[in-house]
């Protein structure tokens, strides 16, 4: 079987690479090659398994004989509910299993060359810096990656002024850094020191606050029940109060 003969990685840096190159084979496996992997798991075929290479090939085989076997072993037998499933769900499935093992297969090699806690963080960090195989195929990272940018605007971009003019609704994080690691740009707060209006508590770091377009208060986005991704497509935000206010039926 390919990547057998291969050497192993043995620093933390190495054994990133090689998953890496594992997770993008299978990535592939699952979507530019998706009909050769779906014709290859045909159903009546024996248990098989999806294998990711560090040559960034891919390969559906039986299960190494050997036991133990040299690396922790694939999900086995994913053919066999090809076809019990719609071709999104078992993709996805599929992929949930392959995340699964390239965390094994990575630790493995850490708990084999002895890595200790600080090499097993930073091996971990490294990792959880990529989407997961499931993200990637059900187009959830691709989403995030989008919701990310509109937040980044929004904080970086928002009006001065929310009372006139159909501006979109204020949205921001409290103060914290100036760019987070997740690339948000944070400024301060245009609320300053209010609290709340539905909780009347103050924000934690990195809370995700809306103002409301009639009442000019400012709103945890979470006591409202508004994502940072609901409010990119709010163009003029009402509060529940100011909303219970316009829709009351007059008597």
């Known amino acids: 079987m390919e990547g057998s003969a291969m050497q192993n ?9 090689d998953f890496k190159a594992r997770r993008t084979s299978i990535i592939k496996a699952l979507t530019i090659d998706v009909e050769d992997f779906f014709h290859q798991c045909h159903p009546e075929k024996e248990n098989l398994c999806l294998y990711g290479f560090p040559s960034e090939h891919w390969e559906v085989n039986l299960p190494a004989e050997e036991v133990p076997p040299e690396l922790p072993e694939p999900a086995l037998g994913i053919n066999f509910a090809r076809d019990g499933m719609q071709q999104k769900d078992w993709l996805t ?23 200790d806690q600080a090499d097993r963080k930073r091996l971990f960090t490294m990792i959880n810096d990529l989407p997961t195989i499931s993200e990637v195929v059900t187009g959830l990272a691709k989403k995030q990656g989008k919701e990310k940018s509109s937040v980044s605007n929004h904080s970086s971009n928002k009006p001065k002024s929310n ?3 159909g501006s979109e609704p204020q949205v921001e994080y ?29 924000g934690a770091e990195e809370q995700f606050w809306i103002c409301c377009d009639s009442c000019e208060r400012w709103f ?32």
């Open 163 to 165: 009372s006139k003019g």
């Open 9 to 17: 990685p043995r620093t933390v840096e190495e054994v990133f690479t």
């Open 93 to 115: 499935l599929v992929a949930v299993h392959s995340d699964a093992w390239l965390l094994s297969v990575a630790f493995y090699f850490g708990a084999r060359f002895g890595f």
């Open 220 to 251: 945890h986005g979470k006591c409202v029940k508004i994502t940072p991704a609901r409010a990119d497509h709010i163009k003029h935000y009402k509060c529940p109060s100011c909303s219970h206010k316009r829709s009351r039926p007059i008597s």
């Open 174 to 202: 409290s103060r914290g850094v100036d760019e987070d690691e997740n690339g948000f740009e944070e400024e301060d707060e245009e609320h300053g020191e209010s609290k709340c209006g539905a909780c009347g508590e103050n």
